[in-house]
């Protein structure tokens, strides 16, 4: 069964930083493309970025936004994608879910996990 | 803002058939397959239709999807009270160089 575990969210301060954390299980890690999407509160669905597979070259995307702010890494051997999230805003309060993505779709969501951004 | 049009709700009676439109433009839909992500309020969004008409396992064919140039069209028949949810289609930019999704759509069974 696949899982994707998000963890890290919580309440920062703008101009702080947070880096969340996904763990997942039931398939193969190594070859799978990853990526974050949030979701404000009453907003829709926004996608973060993602990092493909060491295979694919681990290149990483993001949206517009967050470029220069947030980065995405992982560790093949921890099962486990990253988002680091620098400079945070207000406008970043979210539910952050990370997915297992491929080029076009993304297959399998985590529960996800709440960042608010404010004083 | 996103680059996905829908509208934002649709509604029809159980039974009956309602039809959610995604109008986009040549740097994505137009060129990049679509799929279609269903979320219940309050839970993580799933995935119901994938490279523009496909259904992953357990996905009934009430399900359709359409697509046609710069649009795509998600139609779900036999309408439940379990398919109140919100819905969105996304799909890669390639001008953009990310994946957009929709504005969302939220079905209501009248």
């Known amino acids: 069964e696949v899982q994707l575990v998000e963890s890290g969210g919580g309440l920062v301060k703008p101009g702080g930083s947070l880096r969340l954390s996904c763990a997942a299980s039931?398939?193969?890690?190594?070859?799978?493309?990853m990526s974050w999407v949030r979701q404000g509160p009453g907003k829709g669905l926004e996608w973060v970025g993602r990092i493909k597979s060491k295979g694919s070259g681990e290149t990483k995307d993001y949206a517009v936004p967050v470029q220069g702010r947030f980065t995405i890494s992982r560790d093949d051997s921890e099962n486990t994608v990253y988002l680091q999230m620098n400079s945070l805003k207000s406008e970043d309060t979210a539910v952050y879910y990370c997915?297992?993505?491929?080029?076009?779709?993304?297959?399998?969501w985590g529960q996800g996990t709440l960042v608010t951004v404010s004083s | 803002q996103s680059v996905l049009t829908q509208p934002p709700s649709v509604s029809a009676a159980p039974g009956q058939k309602v039809t959610i439109s995604c109008s986009g433009s040549?740097?994505?839909?137009?060129?990049?397959?679509v799929s279609w992500y269903q979320q219940v309020p309050g839970t993580a969004p799933k995935v119901l239709i994938y490279?523009?008409?496909k259904r992953p396992s357990g996905i009934p064919d009430r399900f359709s999807p359409s697509k046609s140039g710069t649009s795509a069209t998600l139609g779900i028949t036999g309408l439940q009270t379990g398919d109140e949810a919100d819905y969105y289609c996304g799909t890669w930019d390639s001008s953009l160089g990310g994946f957009v999704f929709g504005t969302g759509s939220k079905v209501t069974v009248l």
């Open positions: 490279e523009n008409n």
């Open positions: 997915s297992w993505s491929g080029s076009s779709y993304l297959f399998a």
């Open positions: 040549t740097s994505n839909i137009g060129k990049n397959y």
């Open positions: 039931g398939f193969k890690f190594t070859d799978a493309w």
